[in-house]
T-cell receptor, first 112, second 115 residues
Framework: DTEVTQTPKHLVMGMTNKKSLKCEQH?????MYWYKQKAKKPPELMFV???????INESVPSRFSPECPNSSLLNLHLHALQPEDSALYLC???????????FGQGTRLTVV | AQTVTQSQPEMSVQEAETVTLSCTYD???????LFWYKQPPSRQMILVIR??????QNATENRFSVNFQKAAKSFSLKISDSQLGDTAMYFC????????????FGTGTSLTVIP
């Protein structure tokens, strides 16, 4: 199994809603990532979890809250988002050191 | 800080021809990894090829090969016998050799294969 599975694939939410994005992998990878990608732009790193601990937080607003319940799961909790937060949110995983990341298909988020 | 530069925002190539995408990077690290990722309209980022900086031999993967010039900090991707399915956004990426990897992506090159 070399897949990273993200749910949902599409999400539309209002600015007062609370929602969560989910990411799952069963490759035994110990590093997991959240990226945000705007159209025709490269992915921007948001968070890195290494061995289930948050190791990098790229100054992301607190309306985005990551959670790593176990080594296979990564969540991104969303609250009080703004329309400019509309983007493709990509999850990825990798071995702890020095290997490529495997990406999920992303969640297309629209904030209305 | 690491920076990755892709100077070709858009490129096109005729089917079955060869095309080269350029990438340069800036780093003070000695041990690192370089990658080319492909992102088709389906939007999933797919690894194309990987190169370890300590290896002098250029990586190859079927129709894909790289020209890695460590001293010049250059990492170009050559696609031979281009196919329609190669149409995608291509991102060059740099990663330091340490735990809790952080990828640094270039701005991308949009490649169109013309039938």
């Amino acid at each position: 199994d070399t897949e990273v599975t993200q749910t949902p694939k599409h999400l539309v939410m209002g600015m007062t809603n609370k929602k969560s994005l989910k990411c799952e992998q069963h490759m035994g990878h110990r590093a997991m990532y959240w990226y945000k990608q705007k159209a025709k732009k490269p992915p921007e790193l948001m968070f890195v979890y290494s061995y289930e601990k948050l190791s990098i937080n790229e100054s992301v607003p607190s309306r985005f809250s990551p959670e790593c319940p176990n080594s296979s799961l990564l969540n991104l909790h969303l609250h009080a988002l703004q329309p400019e937060d509309s983007a493709l949110y990509l999850c990825a995983s990798s071995q702890a050191t020095g290997t490529e990341a495997f990406f999920g298909q992303g969640t297309r988020l629209t904030v209305v | 800080a690491q920076t990755v530069t892709q100077s070709q925002p858009e490129m096109s190539v005729q089917e079955a021809e060869t095309v080269t995408l350029s990438c340069t990077y800036d780093t003070s690290e000695n041990n690192y990894y370089l990658f080319w990722y492909k992102q088709p309209p389906s939007r999933q980022m797919i690894l194309v090829i990987r190169q370890e900086a300590y290896k002098q031999q250029n990586a190859t993967e079927n129709r894909f090969s790289v020209n890695f010039q460590k001293a010049a900090k250059s990492f170009s991707l050559k696609i031979s016998d281009s196919q329609l399915g190669d149409t995608a956004m291509y991102f060059c990426a740099f990663m330091k050799h340490e735990a809790g990897n952080q990828f640094y992506f270039g701005t991308g090159t949009s490649l169109t294969v013309i039938p």
